[in-house]
């Protein structure tokens, strides 16, 4: 079956310090989400990305979707505190109405 | 507009007790999922509800188990409560659960089992 695995688990990074996190499919997706979870709180949808190759930016966030539509990153550069969580990619492995997220990748900045 | 709630949001109980969670999902959304999230298993799709009907849904035992309503409204139930159910039980909640659409999340109900 489809398997997504999303590193690393854990960084730990020193502010202004830039940071990446990877989702990595054996199969083809059909588009990925990425979403953000604080602590303490619930997961918050950043972004989606559905064609090949495709780069969107947030601010200091880049998000790119590979040619093959296997992989997914999501770059922050020069964190700031604000930015620590927990960020998930997550997908869609059939037509409809399931979404399943990947293990997620902790980000601790330090001030 | 209101967002997706949940009620309630701390539970406690004890091993073989049954537990019903509900989650109301944003006005005019027919989709709703639910998922269990753990320290060591992340975010786990239990099922999801689109018109009533239970449309996917995920590897969890039969002791999980969720109704929709009309009004799209949502709960879940776990009954024979064990120690390893005892996690945060996030509902989300999407126009009608097309794979381009994003998930809308409640703050969750965090549930202890005892």
């Known amino acids: 079956g489809q398997q997504v695995m999303q590193i690393p688990q854990y960084q730990h990074v020193q502010e202004g310090e830039d940071f990446t996190t990877y989702c990595n499919s054996s199969t083809t997706l059909s588009n990925i989400q990425w979403y953000k979870q604080r602590p303490g709180g619930h997961p918050v949808f950043l972004i989606q990305l559905v064609k090949s190759g495709e780069v969107k930016k947030q601010k200091r966030l880049t998000f790119q979707f590979g040619e093959a539509k296997k992989n997914s990153s999501l770059h922050i550069t020069a964190t700031q505190t604000t930015d620590v969580g927990t960020y998930f990619c997550a997908y869609p492995p059939g037509n409809t109405g399931k979404l399943i997220f990947g293990q997620g990748t902790t980000l601790q900045v330090k001030p | 507009k209101a967002g997706v709630t949940q009620t309630p949001r701390y539970l406690i109980k004890t091993r073989g007790q049954q537990v019903t969670l509900s989650c109301s999902p944003i006005s005019g959304h027919r989709s709703v999922s639910w998922y269990q999230q753990t320290p060591g298993q992340g975010l786990q799709f239990l099922f999801e509800?689109?018109?009533?009907?239970?449309?996917n849904k995920g590897n969890f035992p039969g002791r999980f188990s969720g109704r929709q309503f009309s009004n799209s409204r949502s709960e879940m139930n776990v009954s024979t409560l064990e120690l390893g159910d005892s996690a945060l039980y996030l509902c989300?909640?999407?126009?009608?659960?097309?794979?381009?659409?994003?998930?809308?999340f409640g703050s969750g109900t965090q549930l202890s089992v005892l």
């Open positions: 989300a909640s999407s126009l009608s659960g097309e794979t381009n659409e994003k998930l809308f």
């Open positions: 509800y689109f018109s009533e009907t239970q449309r």
